[in-house]
């Protein structure tokens, strides 16, 4: 198994430009998120998905959509990028968030 | 909302030293996980554990459910034990909406 991976591992945007965050998981997991790092933080709750078809918000959403048409895939949209979007971004999955959950190896995200 | 603190924040070990980092939080949580960040950033799970004592090698971890509180000890420290260590606490009802603390920084001396 792969476990959980993303695309890309690093990534320049210009201030209002738009972009997808891949996440892919060949786990069979049910349930995916996305969560930011930032300097000196720990992590934070983006979006959230507990299966195909269904999303919500977690701690930090605005200026990001996400969808979940399959069980694998869970990518991450950002709309007009804001320099305030700079930051580390984990994809996570467990089998039903009641288990341990699985990171994937990050994607740094630079907006200028 | 729930507080997640982890102390100390900063650690400096020599090689072959012992630690015990502690996570404290202020609410009733459904479960509680430890993980390790190393210097490249990979985010590595050490433990899933929502009371009682696990070990894995040279680590353990204790949770005290209703103190509200998870220790992670390393024994024996090694180099490569090097980087952040992190809790996070657990809610079900959120897809397994994980909280966590700021983490504690470890350096391990050789």
């Known amino acids: 198994n792969a476990g959980v991976t993303q695309t890309p591992k690093f990534q320049v945007l210009k201030t209002g430009q738009s972009m997808t965050l891949q996440c892919a998981q060949d786990?069979?997991?049910?349930?995916m998120s996305w969560y930011r790092q930032d300097p000196g933080m720990g992590l934070r709750l983006i979006h959230y998905s507990v299966g195909a078809g269904i999303t919500d918000q977690g701690e930090v959403p605005n200026g990001y959509n996400v969808s979940r048409s399959t069980t694998e895939d869970f990518p991450l949209r950002l709309l007009s990028a804001a320099p305030s979007q700079t930051s580390v971004y984990f994809c996570?999955?467990?089998?039903?968030?009641?288990?341990?959950?699985?990171f994937g190896p990050g994607t740094r995200l630079l907006v200028l | 909302g729930i507080q997640v603190e982890q102390s100390p924040p900063d650690l400096i070990l020599q090689e072959g030293a012992n630690s015990t980092l502690r996570c404290n939080f202020s609410?009733?949580?459904?479960?509680l996980q430890w993980f390790h960040q190393n210097p490249w950033g990979q985010l590595i799970n050490l433990f899933y554990?929502?009371?009682g004592t696990k070990q894995n090698g040279r680590l353990s971890a204790t949770t005290v459910a209703t103190e509200r509180y998870s220790l992670l000890y390393i024994s024996s420290s090694q180099t490569t034990d090097s980087g952040v260590y992190f809790c996070a606490v657990v809610f079900y009802n959120q897809g397994g909406k994980l909280i966590f603390g700021q983490g504690t920084e470890l350096s391990v001396k050789p």
């Open positions: 554990i929502p009371s």
């Open positions: 609410d009733s949580v459904n479960n």
């Open positions: 786990m069979n997991h049910e349930y």
């Open positions: 996570a999955s467990s089998y039903r968030g009641r288990e341990t959950q699985y």
